[in-house]
C-alpha cells in the first residue's frame, strides 16, 4: 500500500519568512495529493491540493510543487504570520471511485516567532 | 459546500462497554466513507473504508469485530467501538465521499472518546 513520509516533523520560522515542508509517496498509482491544516482538536482543514497532470499550484501565500518522477510533493508558505501556526499534514491517494484512499503524512507542527 | 455532521464530539465511557459515533452526510450521497483514528501528536490512521451498501474493508491491523462499521445509507455510517477499553481512548474521525469525488473528502469534526 502507499506509503507516505514528511519533513520535518517541527519546523519554526520567524514571522513574515517562508516555511516548506516536504512528503514523498511511495505508490506510483497516486494522483491526488492534499494538504491539511489541523488545529488541537479539530477535523482538518483542506488547504490546498494538487493533482498528477499539474506540477505547480498557487493561491495566494500557499503553493504546492509536484515531482511525479521522484514522487514528492511540497508545501510551500511565503510571508508566514502567527495563525499559520498548526500542524500541517500531507497525503496521498488514487482518485478514482473503489480505489480511494487517502494516506496521511506523518504530520510537521509548524510554528511561527512574533 | 459539503458537510459532515460527526456525533458526538465527546465521549466518556466505562471499560467493557460500546459507544456509537455516527456521522452524516447533509447535502451529498456519502458513496464512501473512511474512518480514522488519531492519537495524541500522531497522523491520522485509516482504519476501515465502506462504501454504501457493502462490508466495510479494514486495515491491516485493525479488529473488525471490535470497531463495527455500518453504512446501510447514503447519508449515514457509524463506527461502533465494542468492550472498548483505555487504549481504545482516541480521537475518531470520519471523511466521506460521493461517487464522483466532487467535494474531494470531506471531513466530520471528529469525536474525543476517553475510556475509563
Known amino acids: 500500500g502507499e506509503n507516505v513520509e514528511q519533513h520535518p516533523s517541527t519546523l519554526s520560522v520567524q514571522e513574515g519568512d517562508s516555511a516548506v515542508i516536504k512528503c514523498t509517496y511511495s505508490?506510483?498509482?497516486?494522483?491526488?495529493f492534499p494538504w491539511y491544516k489541523q488545529e488541537l482538536g479539530k477535523r482538518p482543514q483542506l488547504i490546498i491540493d494538487i493533482r498528477s497532470n499539474v506540477g505547480e499550484k498557487k493561491d495566494q501565500r500557499i503553493a504546492v510543487t509536484l515531482n511525479k518522477t521522484a514522487k514528492h510533493f511540497s508545501l510551500h508558505i511565503t510571508e508566514t504570520q502567527p495563525e499559520d501556526s498548526a500542524v500541517y499534514f500531507c497525503?496521498?491517494?488514487?482518485?478514482?471511485?473503489?480505489?480511494?484512499?487517502?494516506?496521511f503524512g506523518t504530520g510537521t507542527r509548524l510554528t511561527i516567532i512574533p | 459546500g459539503a458537510v459532515v455532521s460527526q456525533h458526538p464530539s465527546w465521549v466518556i465511557c466505562k471499560s467493557g462497554t460500546s459507544v456509537k459515533i455516527e456521522c452524516r452526510s447533509l447535502?451529498?450521497?456519502?458513496?464512501?466513507m473512511f474512518w480514522y483514528r488519531q492519537f495524541p501528536k500522531q497522523s491520522l490512521m485509516l482504519m476501515a473504508t465502506?462504501?454504501?451498501?457493502?462490508?466495510?474493508?479494514?486495515e491491516q491491523g485493525v479488529e473488525k469485530d471490535k470497531f463495527l462499521i455500518n453504512h446501510a445509507s447514503l447519508t449515514l455510517s457509524t463506527l461502533t467501538v465494542t468492550s472498548a477499553h483505555p487504549e481504545d481512548s482516541s480521537f475518531y474521525i470520519c471523511s466521506a465521499r460521493d461517487r464522483q469525488g466532487s467535494y474531494g473528502y470531506t471531513f466530520g469534526s471528529g469525536t474525543r472518546l476517553t475510556v475509563v
Open positions: 497525503a496521498a491517494s488514487i482518485s478514482h471511485f473503489g480505489n480511494e484512499k487517502l494516506t
Open positions: 505508490d506510483s498509482a497516486s494522483n491526488y
Open positions: 447535502d451529498f450521497q456519502a458513496t464512501t
Open positions: 465502506s462504501n454504501e451498501g457493502s462490508k466495510a474493508t479494514y
